[in-house]
């Protein structure tokens, strides 16, 4: 059922009242045709009424080339973001709304379905995944709320808008947006009928593509709630369409609870590391989540290097900083920590040293060697590596006129 009409629990909402929202709502009013936001603007606030968003989405029952005129016509730039689905995009000051013409499905055929525009919020909302994304409210603040999305929100309870399977159906990335905004925003128990439907289909994610799988996946691992999350995908066996690997959850809760704040990648690796996932396993996932090149090289690193040594010298550990990088050395501090070999007072110490000490760059290079009689080629670069392990073991602390005298020494053995 939806809301009263005299429920306006958004009215002072930050974005709401600000003075490009109100430009562009002036314009959409210009068509004749109501609109409304709709989605995570909705939601997010109801949980946080302080919050201002940027970027907002709405809901009209004008026809996108109407909506282009008149925002036109009120100076507003305007981009034709997908036109083929009914949406634009207006651009005002640093806020970007995307406007989107009420639709509602006239056949469904899996993630593509036949639809027609309408003037029908209800039909509109009714298309949306979870009763907590399909809540709307007007240019007023006034909240329309027809599957019991705002009880469910302050119930910490996400279900599917109908029929769970069949809004799975019409998009396999649905079960994984389950569990990302169970994540979020859900308190056990999980929706049991939501969690059947999902072991049910878990089959489909195998047909969507690494980049929408990553998004999402991603998302999850980043939210408060992602250990529990994990733990239901694990019981309805979804996890095992995402991360066909062996895993390993309880150093992942061992590692929140020592660094809350790691991020997705590091708390990917957690999950990962092990002596059945090297090299070839984690290239493999990579591409499967189609990861970039920066985060497939951080998580080779974070998953296939030995972790520190907490009882290793200073020098050592420098070293370390030196060859991995500070964050790098750092993230496997954390994961040694996480399999128990550090407590938190020797975490927070060598965290210290990679946060305030920054290595200084090797002193010598080929041309020094070139200078000194070595002829150029192999040779160059064998001794360079020598004398930078030299250095390493010294803790760094030779300078250059140190590293000539051993440069000297070795020519001369």
Request: hydrophobic share 45%.
């Amino acid at each position: 059922m939806a809301e009263p009409e005299d429920d306006r629990p958004l009215t002072e909402a930050r974005w709401l009242e600000a003075p490009e929202t109100r430009r562009v709502l002036e314009a959409l009013a210009a068509t004749g045709k109501e609109s409304r936001f709709v989605g995570g603007c909705v939601r997010d606030t109801l949980r946080d009424p302080d919050l201002d968003m940027v970027d907002l989405d709405i809901a009209t029952a004008a026809p996108p080339e109407e909506v282009m005129t008149s925002l036109g016509k009120a100076g507003i730039k305007v981009v034709p973001t997908g036109l083929g689905h009914g949406t634009v995009t207006a651009i005002l000051g640093d806020r970007h709304f995307e406007i989107t013409t009420l639709r509602r499905d006239v056949e469904c055929f899996g993630r593509h379905a036949a639809v027609e525009f309408t003037a029908d919020f209800e039909a509109d909302a009714a298309r949306r995944d979870f009763t907590i994304n399909a809540m709307s409210c007007d240019a007023e603040g006034r909240l329309y709320d027809y599957f019991g999305g705002r009880e469910d929100l302050e119930a910490g309870r996400i279900r599917f808008v109908g029929d769970p399977r069949q809004r799975i159906r019409e998009d396999y990335l649905r079960i994984l947006r389950f569990f990302r905004f169970f994540a979020r925003f859900g308190r056990p128990p999980a929706d049991p009928e939501a969690l059947a439907a999902c072991a049910a289909e878990a089959e489909g994610l195998d047909r969507l593509s690494g980049e929408r799988i990553r998004q999402e996946f991603l998302r999850l691992l980043a939210a408060p709630g992602a250990l529990v999350a994990l733990d239901r995908m694990i019981e309805t066996g979804v996890l095992r369409h995402v991360l066909p690997v062996e895993i390993h959850r309880d150093r992942l809760a061992h590692l929140l609870e020592l660094a809350p704040e790691a991020d997705p990648i590091l708390r990917l690796a957690a999950l990962l590391r092990g002596p059945k996932v090297g090299a070839s396993e984690v290239i493999d996932l990579a591409h499967r989540l189609r990861l970039s090149n920066r985060e497939t090289g951080r998580l080779m690193v974070l998953v296939t290097e030995p972790l520190p040594d907490p009882k290793a010298s200073q020098a050592v550990h420098k070293a370390a900083i030196y060859r991995l990088g500070g964050r790098a050395y750092a993230d496997l501090l954390r994961l040694a920590a996480a399999e128990g070999a550090m407590d938190r007072e020797r975490l927070d110490a060598l965290l210290a040293l990679t946060a305030q000490w920054s290595p200084p760059p090797f002193p010598l290079r080929g041309r020094d060697l070139v200078a000194r009689g070595v002829p150029p080629g192999p040779e160059v670069g064998r001794l360079l590596r020598q004398l930078e392990g030299w250095w390493l073991e010294g803790g760094l602390a030779a300078d250059r006129k140190a590293l000539l005298a051993e440069l000297e020494r070795r020519l001369r053995a």
